[in-house]
């Protein structure tokens, strides 16, 4: 996950000429949504028409997982980062000291359902994972639209059109499983690990995905190959994140990231277990 950026004024300056309509279209919504006091499904597909722009901001990525939008079979939607329809009570046994403050919500944050500030790319993997889970480590906001107010609540999930959150400054990676980056206070620690666990980042697609990524990165650096180095760390490269990770690793730490080429090529080669 890297940082990207969406929001309305980038997302309605590339709708160009029809951007008046959807505004329209979308506060027609919105104000359904209000009377209702919940979300309704009769405007459902106004942000569908947001998809080129997502596309085009978060350089043909998930916002979630760094996977290539619309390739090798990879269906994407447009996610809504604090559900519209509800919101269920996130809890994870291996990670109990991350309490969902915030509970269920049956009628979600249907304010926010046409709101493109809300609004990222998702595959269909991270979406149909991250489903209705919303946890916060404080009360939820219901009831506004203000950007400033909903960041009370203290989500967990890292939102990567976050301006004010640096995705690569709480996740980090060990070779191509995605861990909490050192250092953080308990908040950000928390943060990092329920972003992890709930979009299920270390599914093991995505990790072989990324472990042939990182197997040509380590190529790369033993050629001397910079320039190739340079591409594969690039914002709009698959999984650059982890990418920037190993590439610093292998300039800082080359037999640690010898080992861990070794590790990856047995990996894939044999198809057995990676870590």
Known sequence: MIRTFTGRAALLARLGADAPVWRTEAHQGAERNRAAGKHDNRSANSWSRLKPGLAELQRGKCAYCETYLGSEGVDWTVDHYRPKGRVAVWADPDAPEIVDVGGPAPTGYHLLAHDPDNLLGSCENCNRRKAAYFP????????????????????????PADP???????????????????????????????????LELARTKVVADRMLLLIGVWM????????????????????????????????????????????????????????
């Open 136 to 159: 916060t480590a404080a009360p939820r906001v219901l009831d506004s639209t203000d950007r400033a107010g909903l960041a009370a609540e203290r989500p967990y999930l890292v939102d």
């Open 164 to 198: 004010a959150a640096d995705p690569e400054r709480l996740i980090t990676w060990k070779g191509a499983i995605p861990q909490p980056a050192p250092g953080l206070d308990e908040h950000d620690r928390r943060r990092a690990r329920a972003t992890i666990e709930v």
């Open 220 to 275: 790369a650096h033993d050629a001397g190959a910079a320039d190739v180095l340079d591409l594969y760390c690039a914002p709009g490269g698959r999984f650059a994140a982890c990418a920037r990770r190993y590439r610093e690793l292998c300039e800082t730490d080359p037999e640690w990231a010898a080992a861990e080429y070794r590790l990856m090529i047995t990996s894939v080669a044999g198809g057995v277990g990676y870590r």
